[in-house]
Nanobody, 120 residues
Framework: QVQLVESGGGLVHPGGSLTLSCVAS????????LSWFRQAPGKERDLVAH????????NYGDSVKGRFTISRDNAKNTVYLQMNSLRPEDTAVYYC?????????????WGQGTQVTVSS
């Protein structure tokens, strides 16, 4: 059974930091491209960052460049999102996402989400 379980969300003051974690199971984690998305109330789900198989290739949404860092530990089946200099507009539910191709088929998996609230 495939699972993506996020943790680390919470309430933080503007300018603060949080680190999100997503632990995966049930698929070949090391062969997957991993991403973090977020969705604020009344808005579409947007890509925050993604990272390639080895962790060398990363990409970020414009609004988080220079503040957020995505990383992965294939030995622990875990992807992280380090968030610094948080702003109220970063408030959203953050979702872990995995994409993998296996035997000619493409598979996409989502976590259940973790709430991040940035407020004074």
């Amino acid at each position: 059974q495939v699972q993506l379980v996020e943790s680390g969300g919470g309430l933080v003051h503007p300018g603060g930091s949080l680190t999100l974690s997503c632990v995966a199971s049930g698929f070949d984690f090391s062969a997957s491209v991993l991403s973090w998305f977020r969705q604020a109330p009344g808005k579409e789900r947007d890509l925050v960052a993604h990272i390639g198989w080895t962790g060398d290739a990363t990409n970020y949404g414009d609004s988080v460049k220079g503040r957020f860092t995505i990383s992965r530990d294939n030995a622990k089946n875990t992807v992280y999102l380090q968030m610094n200099s948080l702003r109220p507009e970063d408030t959203a539910v953050y979702y872990c996402h995995a994409a993998i191709s296996s035997r000619g088929e493409d598979y996409i998996y989502w976590g259940q989400g973790t709430q991040v609230t940035v407020s004074s």
